[in-house]
Every structure is written in structure tokens, then in C-alpha cells.
């Protein structure tokens, strides 16, 4: 009788290998799915293949999905200029969409009776795993050994140790998950709410105090919403970026340039999709930057009922797709309403990138309405050719007109 098969999201950190191990030993025939969404650099795929064959992974998979996260999630998200709690950019989070889906195609693919993955029950990624398992391929049975067997990670070592296969102390301690939007980081500091998370846990962003001293300028260009160039102050391209180059290679570019000048770093804590509190560290240089020039080009260009309406709609679409609510038709409109709100969101940004700041320093598009101002003769503490003194005071006088009312009832 031949075994059983079931596919395994695999990334070779703790959880996962110990869940490799697990399926195995149970009789599983396990096969092995890494889905690159951009935590692989160079020579991390061969690495993680080797730790799954190692481990005894019958077949394994490298499932490139960068360009579809970047057009299906992280575009909307600079759109939206989403922050969870109005400073996480969602790392990680927002990737398991895609990740999910690509194990499930894996499981169809190959006949597989299984799904698992190496999440906890602890925290929301089991929750985005399997509701996507269960609205594409309810047919699948979802296997979860470390949310079902609550392991702490002390004995997930031990229990590959006595196999023989070695854990590095790194992520024993640390829980690290690596994507194009950022890096979360979770271990002992991260559990209370009082403990900052020591210099050599982070992975890739420099400290403040080991930043270049002087930053560096760039130019960020968009059109209708999208980035679609970045330039040093004297046009060239920053390094990784050009013609040729993927549509996820400006944020891969800022993910590498912004952390050298210590942007990125955070502690997030909030609520949870059960309703407690969580607390994560995470590293998140390219979106922190692309958002904030972002932001800066819709203040030239959105009216203020747009910018208002668009700050509810977008933090409303980035919950949702952070809570897994990933198929809801609700979605579509979300996106409807941000696409048509990046009409005129074309233009460049100038910023500075310097001592862990991201320092917009000027904007610039053919849709600027305070260029259409001027143009009229509107210039913000200067004067006006629109309106006379005798109009201005009225005005005045009239807009003070409901307050002075209301004070008066006192």
C-alpha cells in the first residue's frame, strides 16, 4: 500500500523542519514547498533544498512568487498607504495570501492528500493558512503539528537533535520570516511589552548609530499610484533597478539601500484576530519609504475629502487582507475605489533617507493643485488675486460665526 502524500510549506527554520521530521516518522510521504515571495538571497534556495532533503523531503519545490505578490498585494498596499495600527506595514502577513495559494496548487498538482504548515496556534498565519486551504481545496486534510501538538521551540531542538540534525542558536531563539514587505523577528523580548529587541536580532537594517552620518537623496517617480523609477539626485538608477529589471525590484533596491541608513527598524503590538494582544518585531526599509513618498505625492494632488476618504477605505482594505478575509467580493471594491483614486498620483518625490528617517524634501506632478493654485493666483501666506480684503474678512466672520454660537450657550 502506497503512503499517504501531503505537501509541507517549507522554509527551513525551526518549525517547519521539525514538522518534516514529525510527517515522516508518521508515515507520510512529504513533499516540500519553499514559495520564494522574497526571503531567498543568494544561495538561500539551494540551502533551504538541502535542509529539506536532509530532513527526508521526498520531493521539493521552489515556486517563484514575487511579481504576482507585488501586482496582487503590495501595490495596493502602497496605494492605500497601509500601516497596521498606523505604523506596521503588515510583514509577512499579507504574504501568506499568496504563499497559501501556491502550496495548494502543489498539493493539486501532484495528488497530494494533505496540506501542512509549521504555523502555531498562537498567532494569525495558521488562521491565513487554512482559509485559503478550505475556500480552494476543502477536499485537502490540513496538517498543523505545532498548533496541534502546542510545542514550545526548546523541544522542537531537541527533538531534531536526537536525529541528529542540528539547529542553528539563532532561530531557536528567534522566530524570523523573511518577505519582499519585511522581516518579523519574535523571540523572548517580544513576548512582554516592555523589552526593545537586542542589536543582533535584527537581520539585515543598521543601527541608528552605525548609519552614514550624511543619508542620501533619491527620486521616487510614480505614475497613477505605482513606482516605477528611482534615481539618486543626479538620475542614476539606484543599484538593482533599470528597464530590465522585475517590478518588484525598486522595493527589493530599498529593502537593501534604506536598512544601510537605518530605516525600517520597528516593534509592533497589537490586537490579534482572537482579540489578544501580540507584540513582533520587524524590519521593513523599501515599504516605509515607498509609503511615506507616496503619502507625500497624494498631498500635491488629492483633494482633502479625497485624502480623508482614502486614509478609512485603505486602512479598512489593509485589515482585512491582514486578517485573512482574503476572498470577500468586498475586496474587489476596495481595489476599484483605490485604483480610481491614483488617477492623478503620478510625478516624482524628492526624500532623504538619513539616521533611520525618511525625510520627504519635495514633490513634484502635472496634477499638483498647489501649482494650479498659483497658476490662479493663490499663494499660501502671500496673498491672493481671487478674493478682495473685504471678502476675506467676511469670510471670517461668517466661518467663526457656529463656534462663537456654541461657546456662547455655555
Known amino acids: 500500500m502506497s503512503k499517504r502524500k501531503i505537501v509541507l510549506a517549507f522554509s527551513g527554520g525551526l518549525d517547519t523542519s521539525y514538522a518534516l521530521v514529525s510527517l515522516r516518522e508518521q508515515g507520510w510521504e512529504v513533499l516540500t514547498a519553499n514559495i520564494d515571495t522574497g526571503g531567498l538571497h543568494s544561495g538561500e534556495a539551494d540551502a533551504v533544498r538541502k535542509r529539506a532533503e536532509e530532513l527526508g523531503s521526498a520531493r521539493h519545490f521552489v515556486i517563484d512568487a514575487r511579481e504576482e505578490l507585488y501586482s496582487r498585494v503590495i501595490t495596493y498596499a502602497i496605494k492605500a498607504n497601509y500601516l497596521r495600527n498606523g505604523g506596521y506595514p503588515s510583514c509577512v502577513g499579507a504574504e501568506r495570501l499568496v504563499q497559501a495559494e501556491k502550496v495548494v496548487q502543489a498539493a493539486l498538482d501532484n495528488g497530494a492528500d494533505a496540506v501542512a504548515h509549521g504555523s502555531t496556534g498562537a498567532g494569525a498565519d ?9 475556500a480552494l481545496a476543502p477536499q485537502l486534510e490540513i496538517i498543523t503539528p505545532i498548533r496541534d501538538e502546542r510545542l514550545t521551540r526548546e523541544y522542537e531542538r531537541d527533538y531534531l537533535l536526537e536525529r541528529g540534525f542540528q539547529t542553528p542558536d539563532k532561530i531557536t531563539t528567534y522566530s524570523i520570516n523573511e518577505g519582499l514587505i519585511g522581516t518579523t523577528i519574535g523571540g523572548k523580548e517580544t ?12 537581520t539585515y537594517t543598521r543601527s541608528i548609530a552605525d548609519a552614514p552620518d550624511d543619508g542620501v537623496e533619491l527620486i521616487l517617480g ?6 516605477v523609477s528611482a534615481s539618486t539626485v543626479d538620475g542614476q538608477p539606484i543599484e538593482g533597478t533599470g528597464a530590465d529589471a522585475p517590478n518588484y525590484a525598486i522595493l527589493r ?18 490586537s490579534t484576530m482572537v482579540g489578544n494582544l501580540a507584540r513582533v518585531g520587524f524590519e521593513a526599509p523599501g515599504m516605509l519609504t515607498l509609503i511615506a513618498a507616496h503619502r507625500e505625492l497624494e498631498r500635491l494632488v488629492l483633494s482633502n475629502r479625497q485624502q480623508a476618504t482614502k486614509a478609512q477605505l485603505g486602512t479598512a482594505y489593509g485589515d482585512l487582507l491582514h486578517e485573512a478575509v482574503y476572498y470577500d467580493p468586498i475586496l474587489d471594491d476596495y481595489r476599484a475605489f483605490l485604483d480610481s483614486s491614483q488617477r492623478r498620483v503620478t510625478g516624482d518625490v524628492r526624500i532623504k533617507l538619513i539616521k533611520g528617517n525618511v525625510i520627504p524634501l519635495g514633490s513634484r506632478s502635472p496634477y499638483s493643485l498647489l501649482d494650479a493654485a498659483t497658476r490662479q493666483g493663490v499663494v499660501y501666506g502671500y ?28
Open 222 to 227: 510614480f505614475d497613477k499610484g505605482e513606482v
Open 126 to 134: 495558521h488562521v491565513r493558512y487554512d482559509s485559503v486551504i478550505r
Open 383 to 410: 496673498g491672493s488675486s481671487l478674493w478682495t480684503g473685504d471678502q476675506a474678512r467676511a469670510f471670517a466672520h461668517m466661518y467663526a460665526i457656529p463656534g462663537a454660537i456654541a461657546k456662547n450657550v455655555e
Open 253 to 270: 533596491a530599498l529593502n537593501v539601500l534604506a536598512a544601510e541608513h537605518g530605516v525600517g527598524r520597528g516593534i509592533h503590538m497589537g
Open 191 to 202: 513576548y512582554g511589552s516592555w523589552d526593545y529587541l537586542p542589536e543582533d536580532a535584527w
